[in-house]
């Protein structure tokens, strides 16, 4: 494998350790909670009623909040084989390390702040990358267009892999404000 290369790989797992890391720490240092505060449920969501409706889920689902309120339950991925870094500060939806893209899941912390969902591009052509990984995402939450186009979700080159977008939230191609992509 090409050093230069593997640097970059180890480079991108080390950020998103320090993000994690960092979104912990946020979280247990800072919120005024004790961080041996305990909860039912990490995703800050209690099941009962939500929005007029019955939205208890059940063991094998997770509940996201849309921007309008809206509580959708989908597959719980986080009961699935996840990677060492992952934990309750964050998970992996899709893709990997060493795949095309990574999408991860950072739950709602204490505070109140939204769910969110990274897509990382890992490599090119970052059109084709990002619609990849849109359809892993929708595959892996069973929700249609308008669903994810409601959900928390940032899209974002791994450094080094492209000068013009490095940085940019690219976002979700099929939803409003998005960047066209090569």
Do not use: H
């Not at 209690?46 to 959708?72: A, I, W, Y």
């Not at 899941?105 to 109140?112: A, E, F, R």
């Not at 059109?127 to 929708?138: K, N």
């Amino acid at each position: 494998m090409n050093k230069t290369l593997l640097i970059i790989l180890a480079t991108v797992v080390v950020l998103i350790l320090l993000i994690l890391g960092g979104f912990f720490i946020k979280t247990q240092f800072f919120s005024g909670t004790p961080s041996n505060a305990t909860s039912t449920n990490p995703f800050g969501f209690d099941g009962g009623q939500q929005n007029g409706t019955n939205m208890t889920p059940s063991s094998s689902t997770l509940p996201l909040v849309l921007n309008d309120g809206t509580v959708v339950n989908v597959p719980d991925f986080t009961k699935e084989n996840q990677p060492s870094w992952a934990g309750e500060t964050g998970y992996q939806v899709a893709g990997g390390d060493t795949d095309a893209y990574l999408i991860t899941y950072v739950p709602p912390d204490q505070s109140g702040a939204r769910a969110e969902i990274g897509i990382t591009i890992q490599s090119e052509p970052l059109g084709a990358t990002r619609a990849a990984a849109e359809v892993a995402l929708q595959n892996k939450l069973q929700l249609n267009n308008a669903q994810i186009c409601a959900l928390n979700i940032e899209v974002y080159t791994q450094p080094g892999l492209s000068d013009l977008y490095e940085g940019d939230n690219l976002g979700v191609s099929f939803c409003p404000g998005a960047v066209k992509l090569p």
